[in-house]
């Protein structure tokens, strides 16, 4: 299975700014997810993004506040936008697995802890 | 749409017990994947275990198997001789069996499982 490497681990941010997670992976791969953990709940998916098109946002989510790239079939960044102490959460970047069109499972990255003061 | 339903909020055990932490689905599909992911405080979500729902063999990974009901859409994980190690949050997830387009995992809310030494 792939290796994800996410960056930051953590940060703490000041309200009104913005933070860019990064997730690399190593090796290539079609859909790559993007999910927020909010404390002690469990995990929600923000978007899905396939290199080459736009990120598909689920309902909750818009583009603006959560503006993700997808350069290539390794890499992959979320950012959190105008951030509100809301935004305090653990999110997590996960990579799908496919064999002749199979599901075979799911690698995640190890996480970034965010928080807003 | 696809739900997953864990009604344990917390479960405890003692060390070198049994535990069995349950789990219920809510699909129209046939072809699906099932997992069960273990979160440790360090955020890392690990895969504990994975059952295929066209196989009739309940799936088992050294301390970890499963009850696999696909007629009453249960999928419970039991945990033999319980180690200190085990303590995490677990989550049960659901993902479709065809990779056609953009398949996410769909989440559980988590058993916060505590083991007393």
């Known amino acids: 299975s792939a290796v994800i490497s996410q960056k930051p681990s953590r940060d703490i941010c000041q309200r009104g700014t913005s933070l860019t997670i990064q997730c690399q992976v190593d090796?290539?791969?079609?859909?790559m997810f993007w999910y927020r953990q909010q404390p002690g709940q469990s995990l929600t998916l923000i978007a899905t993004a396939n290199q080459g098109s736009e990120a598909t946002y689920e309902s909750g989510f818009v583009i603006d506040k959560f503006p993700i790239s997808r350069p290539n079939l390794t890499f992959s960044t979320l950012t959190v936008s105008n951030m509100s102490p809301e935004d305090s959460s653990i999110y997590l970047c996960s990579v799908a697995h496919s064999l002749r069109q199979r599901s075979s499972g799911y690698t995640f990255g190890s996480g970034t802890r965010l928080t807003v003061v | 749409a696809q739900t997953v339903t864990q009604s344990q909020p917390e479960m405890s055990v003692q060390e070198a017990e049994t535990v069995t932490l349950s789990c219920t689905y809510d699909t129209s599909e046939s072809d699906y994947y099932l997992f069960w992911y273990k979160q440790p405080p360090s955020r890392q979500m690990i895969l504990v275990i994975r059952?295929?729902?066209?196989?009739?063999q309940n799936a088992t990974e050294n301390r970890f198997s499963v009850n696999f009901q696909k007629a009453a859409k249960s999928f419970s994980l039991k945990i033999s001789d319980s180690q200190l190690g085990d303590a995490a949050m677990y989550f049960c997830a659901y993902s479709p069996g065809v990779m056609k387009g953009a398949q996410k995992l769909v989440f559980g809310q988590g058993t916060r499982l505590t083991i007393n030494p």
């Open positions: 059952q295929e729902a066209y196989k009739q």
């Open positions: 090796s290539q791969v079609t859909m």
